[in-house]
């Protein structure tokens, strides 16, 4: 039987494991001797943290980030080929290929016939979207929209168009420090009527989810979402 490449899930927050976690998840991470992350110092210190008994240095880690090349993706994988160990994918935050440098290392695996396991755990975009109230039938996700202003202003008014036009909600994100002035654009841009939801630290214990249309956003004092993880969504 083929080698599996499991996709392994983590928090959004700190110190949330136990809430977010489901037990097949958390027996993956008990039993996988070969890992893929982005980081592997903190890779390292979250599957100690959840699966204390482990001796990390009886584990193997591999970085495969957003700068790995072709190569380094296929060579990555080649325990699971070759030796035919299971291999795991550990993301920095939430569900590996979602916004995720994995996504690279599932296609590859897709190519090199690997059994491919998606296991159940957080995902910011998912929970933004069940809790936004918007059209969870019809949706896109964008990513970072551009950095530059003229740019940008252009990026948030055709998201409006399409939130419009097609009933379909428009989710992003943006780095954490540029927040405020991405929630600033976004409300000087934005029709008054266009419903905005902003959902900041999902599962953490400052969790902040609130869709309100631009109107309302703009009579309320703004929410502080400097250097914290959002989601923003925008639905007709």
Request: with cysteine.
């Amino acid at each position: 039987m083929a080698a599996s490449l499991y996709l392994l899930p983590a928090p959004l927050a700190d110190d949330t494991a136990s809430q977010v976690l489901p037990p097949q998840l958390l027996h993956a991470l008990s039993s996988l001797t070969y890992f893929l992350v982005e980081n592997a110092r903190t890779a390292r210190r979250f599957v100690k943290s959840v699966a204390p008994s482990r001796v990390i240095d009886d584990l193997r880690f591999v970085v495969i980030d957003k700068d790995s090349s072709d190569a380094e993706v296929k060579a990555a994988l080649e325990p699971l080929l070759k030796q035919g160990i299971d291999g795991g994918v550990l993301s920095e935050a939430g569900c590996p290929g979602i916004a995720d440098p994995g996504a690279a290392l599932v296609r590859e695996a897709h190519r090199a016939g690997l059994r491919v396991v998606p296991l159940v755990g957080p995902s910011s975009l998912l929970l933004a979207l069940m809790a936004s109230g918007m059209n969870g039938q019809q949706f896109a996700f964008h990513g970072y929209l551009p950095i530059e202003k003229t740019p940008r202003l252009a990026a948030i008014k055709a998201l409006e168009r399409e939130a419009q036009q097609r009933q379909q909600t428009q989710l992003f994100i943006e780095t954490p420090y540029r927040n405020d002035a991405l929630f600033a654009d976004l409300l000087a841009q934005l029709q008054p009527g266009t419903r905005l939801c902003v959902a900041a630290d999902v599962t953490g214990s400052g969790e902040f989810i609130r869709t309100l249309s631009v109107r309302d956003w703009q009579r309320m004092p703004a929410p502080q979402l400097h250097k914290i993880p959002t989601v923003f969504l925008i639905g007709s």
